[in-house]
Nanobody, 125 residues
């Protein structure tokens, strides 16, 4: 059984910063690919950032230069540092994991089999 536990959500002003963390527990090790997705009200869940075992990353265009995904393989955790936040970043953010990932599909929801419960991020203008 794999369990992903997110933390660090909350509220911020436009231009501010927040940091999200995700702990991977259970039958999962540091070889897994991991990612952050988000879902705003009335919208589809979209891939935000993903990271492979070797540290290779992929970002959706709207967060490039503002968000940074990182992982600590010793602790089986990933973080998402979010800077220069905008109101359109408001969403529930989900951590995801999968044993195998491919560069071109890393931001596709269907590529991921394990999900956390989500954490709310609200950015006010």
């Amino acid at each position: 059984q794999v369990r992903l536990v997110e933390s660090g959500g909350g509220s911020a002003q436009s231009g501010g910063s927040l940091r999200l963390s995700c702990a991977a527990l259970g039958y999962i090790d540091n070889t897994y690919c991991m990612a952050w997705f988000r879902q705003a009200p009335g919208k589809e869940r979209e891939g935000v950032a993903a990271i492979k075992r070797d540290g290779g990353t992929r970002y959706t265009d709207s967060v490039k230069g503002r968000f940074t995904i990182s992982r600590d393989n010793a602790k089986n955790t990933i973080d998402l540092q979010m800077n220069s936040l905008k109101p359109e970043d408001t969403a529930v953010y989900y951590c995801a994991a999968e044993a195998v990932c491919h560069d071109e599909y890393m931001l596709y929801r269907s590529s991921w089999g394990y999900w956390g419960q989500g954490t709310q991020v609200t950015v006010s203008s």
